[in-house]
């Protein structure tokens, strides 16, 4: 027996009650559907919709659920559909006849609606606090190994050399606008549609903003069709999903990267890796690789959430009951790849002479030589010019810049000073970079300085 049967002869067929029910997805939500009810009671009896009595019961009986649910003691089946039907039914075997009156001013529209907001407004302050975890590990990683000379690539071929300290803190930028990108979308995640009803509000003198403000919610949202039809808070928080997933991605593509004896800067922490079954030297990054590959899996959420909701006629239609695997899983996946950095990174054994003798002398300071000629006066252009027919020279020889001598300068261009050569020391080339936001070192402890001291905050 559904709760809606008065105007139907038999039930749902069997393969209907399969096919529509959303229990398993759902349930976990039913702590926020319980909360939910329980502040919707309370108003009820302060606008004298139910006595102080009636309203005591449902509360008590409606935690009794929660600990039912919680402890695995209350299985709700199927036939009941989704979890406000599956609470709504115990409630009322618990309490008897009072349980009925809860669903007063109420529709399961404006009640899932609630559901998933307030589940947002939980499972978000967790991803936020996740992300200040991530940034933490990224930061303390700079402060410790952050002076690892290594080069900076562009289209993957050797740039210019920077400090580690200076490539790990690209992401941690990253990662602090992901956080503002969250707090944004909570800003329209956080506003209450119970009272909606069904989409044309009640006859019943409600208390919307009662009912908000006990949720902790900033208020009712103000147009009750709107308040149930509207999903685009929940494509808001996927979107924000799948953009910190192409951030987690390109980190975990580096570390993967990175990690490989070809490159051999890191050596990640065994607990992040695993072994191969058939060779027995293996030591394979999958924690990174799952990161980079569950991205995708992200990317499929927004989109099964945006065309879910593309041209769909107002308000309520079931097709929404189809957000919840999208969006839970969203950020459930988001949620674990950041603790999954977060824990990578901490576990980080960065080998830190790795490419100091390598990178002396390579074609990667050329820009250096450029930079000289400006300093004597020559302009870029024709500097530019000069260093790469020395790079060419060299080149030609099988040698890199280490081989040239003040004399070799001079013969390609006269203007080269007497200090020309110290230019090709990497470490210098690294700390002339002092620009604001350069890899200098100053600037890679101010930006270390300036995230650190706002971790805590919540507006950014
Ligand atoms: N289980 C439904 C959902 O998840 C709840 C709302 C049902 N409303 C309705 N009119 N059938 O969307």
Not at 313 to 337: H, I, K, M, S, W
Not at 374 to 390: D, S, T, Y
Request: overall charge negative.
């Amino acid at each position: 027996m559904a709760l809606w049967d008065g105007r139907f002869e038999g039930g749902p067929a069997e393969a209907m009650l399969r096919f529509s029910e959303s229990l398993g997805v759902d349930l976990q939500m039913f702590n926020e559907d319980i909360d939910g009810s329980i502040a919707h009671a309370t108003m009820l009896a302060e606008v004298g919709l139910l006595t102080a009595a009636e309203a005591e019961t449902l509360r008590a009986g409606l935690e009794q659920v929660r600990e039912e649910l919680r402890s695995g003691a209350y299985k709700p089946e199927i036939a009941l559909e989704d979890v406000h039907m599956a609470v709504e039914a115990r409630l009322t075997a618990i309490v008897g006849d009072v349980g009925g009156k809860l669903h007063t001013a109420r529709s399961r529209n404006d009640q899932v609606a609630t559901d998933v907001r307030l589940w947002l407004k939980n499972r978000l302050g967790e991803l936020d606090q996740a992300l200040v975890e991530l940034l933490k590990a990224l930061l303390d990683r700079v402060e410790q190994d952050g002076r690892t000379l290594m080069p900076g690539y562009t289209h993957l071929q050797r740039g210019q050399p920077i400090w580690l300290g200076h490539h790990l803190l690209a992401y941690a930028w990253m990662i602090r606008r992901d956080r503002q990108r969250l707090h944004d979308a909570l800003d329209r995640v956080d506003w209450s549609p119970l009272g909606a009803c069904a989409m044309a509000g009640t006859p019943h003198p409600i208390d919307r903003e009662m009912t908000a403000e006990l949720l902790g919610f900033s208020g009712p949202i103000p147009n009750a069709m709107d308040a149930v039809a509207a999903r685009d808070h929940q494509q808001e928080v996927a979107s924000f999903c799948a953009i910190l997933m192409t951030h987690l991605s390109r980190m975990a593509e580096e570390l993967v990267l990175w990690s490989g004896r070809e490159f051999n800067l890191v050596r990640i922490g065994e607990g992040w890796t695993t072994g191969s079954s058939i060779m027995p030297q293996k030591r394979n990054p999958d924690a990174a690789e799952l990161v980079r590959g569950k991205a995708g899996r992200v990317y499929g959420d927004l989109t099964a959430l945006l065309t879910m909701v593309k041209g769909l006629p107002l308000a309520y239609n079931r097709d929404l009951q189809e957000d919840r695997e999208a969006l839970f899983d969203a950020v459930n996946t988001t949620l674990a790849c950041v603790q999954v950095c977060a824990g990578m990174w901490s576990s980080l054994t960065v080998n830190r002479e790795r490419f100091t003798a390598e990178l002396r002398g390579d074609f990667l300071l050329a820009t250096e030589l450029a930079d000289h000629l400006v300093g004597q006066g020559v302009p870029f252009r024709e500097a530019h010019r000069v260093a790469g027919q020395l790079v060419k020279a060299c080149e030609a020889r099988g040698e890199n810049l280490s081989a040239l001598t003040l004399a070799d300068l001079r013969a390609v261009d006269p203007r080269f000073g007497d200090d020309a050569l110290s230019w090709l020391e990497p470490e210098g080339a690294v700390e002339r970079r002092t620009s604001q936001g350069g890899t200098a070192w100053s600037q890679v402890e101010a930006q270390v300085e300036a995230l650190r001291d706002e971790l805590d905050e919540r507006d950014l």
